[in-house]
């Protein structure tokens, strides 16, 4: 016969008395059980007690049980799968019956199973109060004991709302031109703190809704919005655990971990919907009460789409609703850029009026452009932080048409940008002919605009001047109710041209006033400059970087992020026309020196300079110091002088352009500073 050691058997004891643990009926005396795993519990014979009667849902027919923590961590406490009806838990600090608010409680957290979790500390004791959503529900089941909070749980600091799920649709029947749908949101606070519901005042979130669509025209495909709503105001947050383990809250605060969901027919209750233009989605403040013009019809205020923008999905076209909150506590905690979550949308019907259904699941914390890069590849997203203000993120995409055309589609979404955008520039080679040059934005309807007239929805006007392609609305001085680029909204910029594609940089005019006038973005610019080469990479095909921190291909030496300082030159060398424009990107946030060297040092190899390589030699210019902003910059900026005239260039000239950085973070040798790549220019008349 085999023995078992006396401390085996013990433990296997120790086990089997947790395994069957029932829980006692009475908090004074509950049931004992310690470590993780799972445990047993019924209520089938429980009475109800008057001790911890919890805010976050009814609790009926309670067991109660004690649990000595082992560690200091967070712990979840779930009957997800082990219990067979409708369950409420509930955490207190202590052994025996409460004598406090609960830490944590849950209904919900997993179907009609319970879900939370709570922090710990070692050798501290816990009561647990299990029961019933309903007085006659009761069962026999287990609950586990897990050490460590649920994945993707971590809070982020300060009240943090996401759309959880994009849930369901409301279709309206079309009329004048128009269908319309609603989208149902469930929200998450993903934060280490409650997030404010107070109804009737201005400290609620406010929630919209968008459609976009992809569709191929006229030889290359198109990403736009094509539809808006206006605004649901928050009333009252429940206390579900769709994200996360619901920490407690409800009613006029979202709880830690808490979700709340609001159908489409709340979403779409055309009599509470607000206009959008009275939010500034930058610090999250709003009016209160919203401006309530009069309207009518089955569309009005909903996500209103023009019948002559929709077909059936299918054959290469297809469509995406999005979602998202606004609310201030979430932006005065710097945790609004993750507000929207997208999800497919396919439409039938037609041609007078669609059917609009869900597809997929919802993508979480993802503005709907970012879908535009999953479908293709090779289109580039750059995320514009305005200081102080919102983030714009700004698509590009250069398609081959054949016979030496390009299509050039940008779009620009603006997320929370309270500034707005009011221009969008590209530099274009001279000589480069360009035509077919189109704007697509949204259209304001119901009378979402001051005085309850719409704002604007004038197309931006477009001008070929010199070496520079812009689109621009008008100006704030001029109409302040102009077509800019508000929160929530995508514009798209397109235009043909007979030169390929290069690395560039557009530039995103802001609309209302403030510093910087215009931000830098990456993007795929018809190209390159007459005359001109990068060279002097710190990819490892030339000199070796000094330590060995050689970058991908076509960049500087690798800095103390990850990547290499990447710059390159646009627009057109011409001392009559000049309109050379340099453009720095991946680099750290700091000071960006420009120079203009007047010869290559080792013929273009370089020479190891701090963390990089130097190529700009001989008679050296300093250009201007920029700062870095999302990790890029351009020389010139507004008000500098041109880099002819800066750098004194003449026909004839072959200069040398290098970037320098404060690269302050340890990396690589003592110094604290990096450099680009070169780009070497010849100048023409």
Not at 409 to 416: L, S, T
């Amino acid at each position: 016969m085999k023995r078992i050691p006396l401390q085996a058997l013990a433990g296997l004891l120790g086990l089997a008395a947790a395994a069957f643990a029932q829980g006692s009926d009475s908090c004074a005396t509950p049931t004992v059980v310690s470590g993780i795993g799972n445990f047993a519990f019924s209520n089938t014979t429980a009475t109800q007690g008057s001790q911890g009667q919890p805010a976050c849902a009814p609790l009926f027919r309670d067991v109660w049980f004690t649990w000595t923590a082992p560690a200091s961590d967070q712990f979840e406490l779930n009957d997800c799968g082990l219990a067979g009806w409708d369950t409420v838990f509930a955490v207190y600090s202590g052994a025996g019956c409460p004598t406090a608010p609960f830490l944590s409680c849950n209904d919900d957290g997993c179907g009609l199973q319970s879900r939370l979790s709570f922090q710990a500390v070692a050798g501290q004791s816990y009561t647990f109060q299990l029961g019933s959503y309903s007085s006659g529900g009761n069962g026999t089941g287990s609950f586990q004991i897990a050490q460590g909070g649920p994945v993707g749980c971590t809070p982020a600091v300060g009240p943090d709302v996401i759309v959880g799920d994009v849930s369901d649709v409301l279709n309206a029947t079309a009329a004048n031109g128009l269908d319309a749908l609603a989208l149902g949101t469930t929200s998450c606070n993903m934060g280490s703190a409650n997030l404010n519901w107070f109804a009737s005042t201005n400290q609620h979130p406010v929630i919209g809704g968008n459609v976009y669509r992809y569709k191929m025209i006229d030889g290359a495909p198109r990403f736009e919005q094509i539809g808006q709503s206006w605004l649901k105001h928050g009333f009252a947050a429940l206390s579900g655990s769709l994200c996360c383990p619901c920490q407690g809250g409800g009613g006029s605060q979202l709880g830690v971990g808490c979700s709340d969901p609001y159908s489409s027919g709340l979403n779409g209750s055309q009599s509470g919907l607000g206009p959008r233009w009275q939010v500034n989605a930058a610090t999250g403040a709003f009016t209160y009460p919203p401006a309530n013009p009069s309207w009518s019809g089955s569309t009005a205020r909903r996500i209103e789409v023009q019948l002559t923008d929709l077909e059936a999905s299918g054959t290469g076209t297809r469509y995406f609703g999005e979602c998202q909150y606004v609310t201030p506590d979430d932006a005065a905690a710097g945790n609004q850029n993750n507000n929207a979550s997208w999800r497919e949308i396919t439409v039938s019907g037609g041609p007078a009026n669609f059917n609009f259904a869900l597809l997929g699941a919802t993508q979480r914390t993802q503005s709907a452009i970012r879908v535009w890069q999953q479908i293709d590849a090779q289109v580039e997203l750059t995320d514009v932080q305005v200081p102080n203000d919102g983030l714009f993120i700004v698509g590009s995409r250069a398609y081959d048409l054949g016979g030496g055309q390009w299509r050039y589609e940008y779009a620009v979404y603006n997320m929370n940008s309270h500034r707005s955008g009011g221009t969008f520039s590209i530099p274009v080679p001279a000589g480069a002919n360009v035509t077919n040059a189109g704007f697509h934005g949204v259209t304001y309807r119901n009378g979402d605009g001051p005085g309850n007239v719409n704002l604007s929805s004038m197309d931006w006007a477009f001008t070929h001047a010199g070496a520079m392609a812009t689109w621009a609305t008008q100006t704030e001085a001029q109409n302040a109710s102009a077509n800019a680029l508000r929160w929530g909204t995508t514009y798209n910029f397109r235009l043909d041209c007979d030169v390929a594609p290069v690395d560039g940089a557009a530039s995103l005019g802001l609309w209302r006033g403030g510093s910087p006038a215009v931000m830098a973005a990456n993007a795929c610019v018809p190209g390159p400059v007459n005359g001109s080469a990068a060279l002097c990479f710190g990819d490892g095909t030339g000199l070796p970087c000094p330590c060995g921190n050689n970058a991908a291909a076509g960049a500087g030496c690798q800095n103390s992020l990850g990547l290499g300082g990447t710059l390159t030159a646009s627009g057109v060398a011409s001392v009559a026309n000049d309109t050379l424009f340099l453009s720095g990107a991946s680099m750290p946030n700091s000071a960006c020196l420009y120079l203009q060297g007047s010869s290559l040092i080792g013929g273009g190899a370089g020479a190891v300079f701090g963390d990089g390589l130097r190529c700009a030699g001989g008679n050296v210019v300093r250009l201007g110091t920029e700062n870095n902003v999302s990790g890029a910059s351009a020389y010139p900026g507004v008000g500098d002088l041109s880099i002819s005239v800066r750098g004194a260039c003449a026909p004839g000239d072959v200069r040398v352009y290098q970037a320098w950085y404060r690269n302050s973070a340890s990396f690589c040798t003592p110094d604290t500073f990096n450099l680009t790549n070169a780009w070497q220019v010849v100048w023409q008349t």
